[in-house]
């Protein structure tokens, strides 16, 4: 955060000096906050961008200041204490959200999984990562999370890789009953589920999983990462993404024939 105010106060060809009068500030403050000395305040940071002549990046770097630390949170330390906290922790979040829209391009998203399923992947990111096993305690908190997407007033657009439906992250059984459910899950009426075929000319290359709540927050998925991206420019960017996305995904009979398809190749 403080070089990127100190990169904006250099693209207004402004020295330490000039900035702090045009704040009104103490001269030595706007050097502080530069080098990340003094963390400023939300006032501080529209004053700065006020003062440089871009008073529209102010919100985004408020978003930033105000998340810094959750911002970029590594899988080792969230799941330390294995995978079932996380799953508790982000029930409040899951509850307050009226309009998901997730994308995957790995896995079925969490709120779809069954408990077969979602026991194979997390017994497989147990073993890689060599997180404390509560696999069994961790399947039924995502089940339990998941509850939103039968209860209260939810909205759920989520799209798929079609090669989703192919990764085989647990055995032919507990896939062929995954599949399934996605068949029945699409036939709720605040549910829209679209596939991202093979073939399809992409407008969009293929991206990181992540999860956007209401216009509030994203979470990325990375191998070794939660990213949450809270600055409303970076959301916007990840919400065109999905918009662009869901022009070339099939939907209803299209759709479910993929999961078919899918399912007939279980052998």
Not at 155 to 171: Q, T
């Amino acid at each position: 955060m403080a070089a990127r105010l100190d990169e904006i106060r250099r693209d207004a060809g402004l020295n330490g000096l000039e900035l702090a009068a045009r704040c009104g500030w103490h001269k030595s403050k706007s050097s502080r906050i530069a080098r990340g000395k003094t963390l400023p305040s939300d006032a501080d940071i529209r004053a700065w961008c006020e003062a440089c002549g871009v008073p529209e990046q102010a919100a985004d770097i408020i978003a930033a200041s105000r998340t810094a630390e959750s911002m970029y949170v590594q899988w080792r330390h969230i799941n330390r204490d294995g995978m079932r906290r996380i799953q508790e922790k982000a029930v409040p979040l899951y509850q307050s959200t009226r309009s998901f829209r997730v994308y995957a391009s790995n896995v079925v998203p969490g709120m779809l999984q069954t408990a077969e399923y979602a026991r194979g992947l997390l017994r497989s990111i147990t073993d890689f990562r060599g997180t404390p096993d509560d696999v069994d305690q961790a399947v039924q908190a995502r089940l339990d999370r998941s509850r939103v997407i039968r209860e209260g007033d939810h909205r759920f657009a989520l799209l798929v890789e079609e090669a989703v439906l192919r990764y085989r992250v647990c055995d032919d059984d507990a896939m062929a009953g995954q599949l399934g459910h996605l068949l029945a899950v699409m036939a709720q009426p605040n549910v829209s589920l679209g596939v991202i075929p093979f073939e399809a000319r992409r407008p969009v290359w293929p991206l990181e999983a992540f999860y956007a709540f209401d216009e509030r927050r994203v979470a990325v998925e990375t191998l070794t990462a939660e990213i949450n991206v809270t600055a409303p420019g970076e959301i916007r960017t990840y919400l065109r993404a999905f918009a662009e996305l869901s022009t070339i995904a099939v939907y209803g009979a299209s759709a479910r024939a993929r999961v078919t398809q899918a399912i007939d190749l279980l052998g």
